[in-house]
C-alpha cells in the first residue's frame, strides 16, 4: 500500500459525459501528479499540483481540468467523454522540493466510456 | 523532451535466475533521475529502484539492481534469484532535475517467470 487512496476504483460512463476522480495524497506530500494509461498511448503524464498550485502540464487535452485543495486532495475532471478517454488514470504524489523525487502512485481509477 | 526508450517488449526466464531489462534514454538536462517501476496484473504501480544521474554508484534494492551508463545513457535493471511474484510489466521512467514535471515512461517491459 502506497499511501495514495483514489476513488472510485472503476467507473463507467457513456460519451459526451463529465466525470470526477479523486486522489489523496500520502501523509507529508505536498505534490499530486496524474497520469493516463492507455493501450495506445502508454503512460502519460497530465498534470502536476504543488500545494494547491498548478506546477507542470503534460499532454492533458483541454476538455480535461484538476484542481488541488487546501487539504491538499486532489481532483481530475473529465468532460466530453470520448471512447478514446477510456484509460486507467493513476495519482502520484511525492515530497516536492527535496532532493527525493520518488513518486508513490495510487491503486489508480479504471474509466470506461461507452 | 526527454525520451525512454526500452527495446524488449517481452523478456522470459527461469525460476531462480538472472534477467536484465534494458532501458535507453535521451535528455538534454545534466541534472535528473531515473526509476523502475513495476506493474503486476493488479496494475498498481510499485517504485522498484531509483537512481540520481549525479551519483556514480549504482544503485541496489535486495535482488534488484541496475546498470547505469550515463555517457551511454543507458539504464538496465537486473533481477537475480528471479521469483514467481517478479511477474509483472516493467517500466523505466525519467524525470529531470527540479521537480517540477512528471515522469516520462518507456513503453514497458513484459516479464515471464517460468517456473
Known amino acids: 500500500d502506497s499511501g495514495v487512496t483514489q476513488t472510485p476504483k472503476h467507473l463507467i460512463t457513456a460519451t459526451g459525459q463529465r466525470v470526477t476522480l479523486r486522489c489523496s495524497p500520502r501523509?507529508?506530500?505536498?505534490?499530486v501528479y496524474w497520469y493516463q494509461q492507455s493501450l495506445d498511448q502508454g503512460l502519460q503524464f497530465l498534470i502536476q499540483?504543488?500545494?494547491?498550485?498548478?506546477?507542470a502540464k503534460g499532454n492533458i487535452l483541454e476538455r480535461f481540468s484538476a484542481q488541488q485543495f487546501p487539504d491538499l486532495h486532489s481532483e481530475l475532471n473529465l468532460s466530453s467523454l470520448e471512447l478514446g478517454d477510456s484509460a486507467l488514470y493513476f495519482c502520484?504524489?511525492?515530497?516536492?522540493?527535496?532532493?527525493?523525487?520518488?513518486?508513490?502512485f495510487g491503486p489508480g481509477t479504471r474509466l470506461t466510456v461507452t | 523532451a526527454q525520451t525512454v526508450t526500452q527495446s524488449q517488449p517481452e523478456m522470459s526466464v527461469q525460476e531462480a535466475e538472472t534477467v536484465t531489462l534494458s532501458c535507453t534514454y535521451d535528455?538534454?538536462?545534466?541534472?535528473?533521475?531515473l526509476f523502475w517501476y513495476k506493474q503486476p496484473p493488479s496494475r498498481q504501480m510499485i517504485l522498484v529502484i531509483r537512481?540520481?544521474?549525479?551519483?556514480?554508484q549504482n544503485a541496489t534494492e535486495n535482488r534488484f539492481s541496475v546498470n547505469f551508463q550515463k555517457a551511454a545513457k543507458s539504464f538496465s535493471l537486473k533481477i537475480s534469484d528471479s521469483q514467481l511474484g517478479d511477474a509483472a510489466m516493467y517500466f523505466c521512467?525519467?524525470?529531470?532535475?527540479?521537480?517540477?514535471?512528471?515522469?516520462?515512461f518507456g513503453k514497458g517491459t513484459h516479464l515471464i517467470i517460468q517456473p
Open positions: 535528455t538534454s538536462e545534466s541534472d535528473y533521475y
Open positions: 501523509s507529508g506530500d505536498l505534490s
Open positions: 537512481q540520481e544521474a549525479y551519483k556514480q
Open positions: 521512467a525519467i524525470v529531470e532535475g527540479g521537480g517540477a514535471d512528471g515522469l516520462t
Open positions: 502520484a504524489s511525492s515530497v516536492y522540493g527535496t532532493e527525493i523525487y520518488e513518486q508513490y
Open positions: 499540483y504543488y500545494n494547491g498550485e498548478e506546477r
